[in-house]
């Protein structure tokens, strides 16, 4: 029966336009499932990539020979910047290591020796240059010492050589 004014009572819907939405449900659901996947799988990255790539201060060893690496080898104050202290600049290391600048010159150094102190530490090491004359192999043998405070990670802050040992 139907009332006058009201017209026929609704028929339900037909199955065909409810599809639709469940496709559309799906898709959003898959389509959010890859979007956290993706962030998530960024983020680990950029953790990765960071952990990778940050400075390790860690230890007096890794510095000083962090520091050495810049300063001898790649001759580099930026990078020498980044592993001395407050009190001493990325120039005034370069110009207390005074690395020679013949390119036949090879600097090479040992295994340091630490003694530490709190946060400062006292770092020994033999550095040794090498130069190749006329078919022949010279070298100077210098001890450094550098010392070292635990400042945001251990950092160099001075330099001290015992010119020419025997090598």
């Known amino acids: 029966m139907t009332?006058?004014?009201h017209?026929?009572?609704a028929a339900p819907a037909p199955a065909a336009t409810r599809r639709p939405h469940r496709v559309r449900n799906l898709v959003l659901i898959v389509a959010a499932f890859f979007v956290a996947l993706g962030a998530i799988a960024?983020?680990?990255l950029l953790f990765?990539?960071?952990r990778t790539t940050a400075i390790d201060r860690s230890t007096p060893q890794i510095v000083t020979d962090q520091f050495l690496d810049s300063a001898l080898a790649l001759k580099d104050p930026a990078r020498v910047a980044l592993y001395v202290c407050d009190s001493w600049s990325a120039e005034q290391a370069m110009q207390a290591i005074d690395a020679p600048t013949d390119p036949r010159v090879s600097p090479f150094w040992g295994d340091p020796v630490v003694e530490t102190?709190?946060?400062s530490a006292l770092v020994s090491v033999r550095v040794i240059f090498r130069v190749s004359v006329d078919g022949?192999?010279?070298?100077q043998v210098q001890m450094w010492t550098l010392s070292l405070v635990e400042q945001d990670g251990w950092r160099v802050c001075g330099l001290t050589k015992d010119e020419s040992l025997d090598p």
């Open 117 to 119: 102190a709190g946060d």
């Open 3 to 5: 009332i006058e004014g």
């Open 7 to 9: 017209g026929s009572p």
């Open 48 to 50: 990765f990539y960071d």
């Open 42 to 44: 960024g983020g680990a």
């Open 136 to 139: 022949g192999v010279q070298q």
